[in-house]
């Protein structure tokens, strides 16, 4: 029997990513986690399973972040507790990237190469490695802030624009500022340009073709790759809706746990292939036109929804964990239990939600009792976090009624 290994999850962010990786942690090993971040998002209020113990705003300077990571752990010298230090964010896994011979041997984690980062983060040299292991993308071209005025396009309106670049344009700021545009016009198209070239950022932008279909077309995958370069999880997930304002657009905000054997074995492949470590995310769609999945995009972390993994039975943590901190040779598991995850209410799944057959699968699995509420946590109880709770699911309602009323959402 392997000897327990006392450790703290150290979680870099405070957002509900950071809030799913430490209710993973608590439902597995009883732990409570610390993190760190540029501030205390709503996720994370008064939360007992989650302390924000380091506020930095100036954490993504590269000099900041090895300083305060590396003071952090001087208040566990002498525990015998090891550090496992988890990025939640984009920015937070670059930065550790960029300085993980800095803190090796202070803290516990595995990741990635910064040759591979670069090629995996910014989408087009991304979109290059999906043409190599034969995925499909939706039709895709790109601006510059020096040639985005006037520029022909390859494809009819509608358009999605995005950055190629997403840490850079975290970090910008303009008005009616959106994760994601949908162009409806050529009018828009250019107002939309102008806009994100008014602000700081000047790096690319995608332009890809609008996919038809509503939100329930979306597919999420959450896989875990061992250090020694093997798959050991693989994810997929349903949407049945997205969040839909302009912080939010584009991140989930409810999920079936899905299952598709060539698409689980394309994934495998695929990152066997280029030799990736860690956790990893990627946002597709199912394109009915020639039932293929295109895929739009490649998060190097856990997604902000990943822990509909955790819920159908299949903890995060304790993969991460059996890696990093006990260094087990585990088999690949592909995750086929299902359960409903939201973030939001369920009065709007089924208010919102069009397929009449997935309407039916949400309201089985809730008699079930195979239902999950992200936010809301029986181990993590007090009447600040309901407080919280209760404001945080009214929001939610003020967001869909605020953008669609009675119109539903669309095709």
């Not at 590396?70 to 496992?84: D, Q, T, V």
């Not at 802030?145 to 970090?171: G, M, R």
């Not at 609008?210 to 997929?236: F, H, Q, W």
Request: hydrophobic fraction near 35%.
């Amino acid at each position: 029997m392997t000897e327990k290994i006392e450790f703290v999850p150290v979680l870099l962010g405070s957002d509900i990513n950071v809030y799913g990786m430490a209710r993973s942690f608590h439902e597995e090993y009883g732990v409570a986690s610390v993190a760190i971040g540029k501030g205390i998002l709503g996720p994370c209020t008064a939360s007992k399973i989650v302390r924000v113990e380091v506020v930095e705003p100036n954490l993504e300077d590269d000099e900041v972040f090895v300083s305060t990571l590396l003071n952090f752990a001087k208040r566990y010298e002498g525990s015998g507790k090891k550090l496992l230090l988890v990025p939640c964010g984009d920015n937070y896994i670059k930065l550790l990237v960029r300085n993980q011979d800095k803190l090796r041997g202070v803290y516990e984690f595995e990741c990635i190469s910064e040759e591979l980062l670069m090629r995996l983060s910014i989408k087009e040299s991304f979109y290059e490695v999906c043409t190599e292991h034969g995925f499909s993308f939706p039709k895709t071209t790109t601006c510059t802030f020096e040639d985005h005025k006037n520029l022909e396009l390859p494809f009819d309106f509608p358009v999605i624009i995005k950055p190629s670049n997403s840490v850079a344009y975290w970090n910008c700021h303009f008005p009616h500022k959106k994760k994601v545009f949908v162009a409806e016009t050529r009018e828009e198209f250019e107002a939309i340009l102008t806009a994100i070239y008014s602000s700081s950022y000047k790096d690319h932008l995608i332009l890809q073709e609008y996919i038809p279909g509503d939100d329930s077309n979306m597919r999420v995958m959450n896989c875990y790759c061992g250090s020694d370069k093997k798959v050991r999880l693989i994810a997929l997930g349903n949407a049945l809706l997205e969040e839909h304002s302009p912080e939010g657009i584009g991140s989930y905000a409810a999920i079936i746990n899905g299952y598709d054997e060539k698409l689980n074995e394309q994934m495998k492949g695929f990152l066997e292939g280029i030799g990736y470590v860690g956790f990893a995310n990627f946002d597709m769609k199912y394109d009915q036109r020639d039932g293929t999945y295109k895929l739009f995009e490649m998060n190097l972390r856990q997604g902000r929804s990943s822990f509909f993994v955790t819920a159908a039975g299949y903890n995060l943590a304790k993969w991460l964990v059996d890696d990093v901190i006990y260094h087990r040779e585990v088999p690949c598991t592909v995750a086929e239990n299902k359960v409903l995850w939201s973030i939001i209410p369920k009065r709007i799944i089924f208010q919102y939600v069009k397929d009449p057959a997935l309407k039916a699968e949400a309201k089985e699995l809730i008699r079930q009792g195979k239902y999950c509420q992200s936010y809301y946590y029986r181990g993590d109880r007090s009447l600040k976090r309901w407080i919280h709770f209760v404001k945080n699911q009214y929001h939610y309602f003020e967001k869909y009624r605020r953008y669609f009323g009675n119109k539903g959402l669309r095709d």
